[in-house]
Nanobody, 125 residues
Framework: QVQLVESGGGLVQSGGSLRLSCTGSGLTFDDYTMGWFRQAPGKERGGVSCITRTGAGQYNADSVKGRFTISRDNAKNTVYLQMDSLKPEDTAMYYC??????????????????WGQGTQVTVSS
């Protein structure tokens, strides 16, 4: 059974930083593209960052380019999201997700099969 467990969320002031982690189990981690999504109250879930299986390719939404960095450590079955220069509009529940095995990059939540439970990020102004 595939499980994804996020950690690292919290309350931070505008301009601050947080690092989210997501550890997977029950899967061959380096067979999976990994993505981070977020959902604010009353809004749809949207893609934030995505990383290819080897980590050679990273994709970031325009709203977070230059501020967020996705990385992964396949030996630890973990993907990270380093978030710097946080803004109040970054406040949301953050989820990590994996599409079907060997699937390539996508921004569409419907293309992702496995989801973590989410970790809350709150940025105060």
């Amino acid at each position: 059974q595939v499980q994804l467990v996020e950690s690292g969320g919290g309350l931070v002031q505008s301009g601050g930083s947080l690092r989210l982690s997501c550890t997977g189990s029950g899967l061959t981690f380096d067979d999976y593209t990994m993505g981070w999504f977020r959902q604010a109250p009353g809004k749809e879930r949207g893609g934030v960052s995505c990383i290819t299986r080897t980590g050679a390719g990273q994709y970031n939404a325009d709203s977070v380019k230059g501020r967020f960095t996705i990385s992964r450590d396949n030996a630890k079955n973990t993907v990270y999201l380093q978030m710097d220069s946080l803004k109040p509009e970054d406040t949301a529940m953050y989820y990590c997700a994996a599409p079907p095995r060997y699937a390539s990059f996508s921004w569409a939540p419907a293309d992702f099969r496995y989801w973590g439970q989410g970790t809350q990020v709150t940025v105060s102004s």
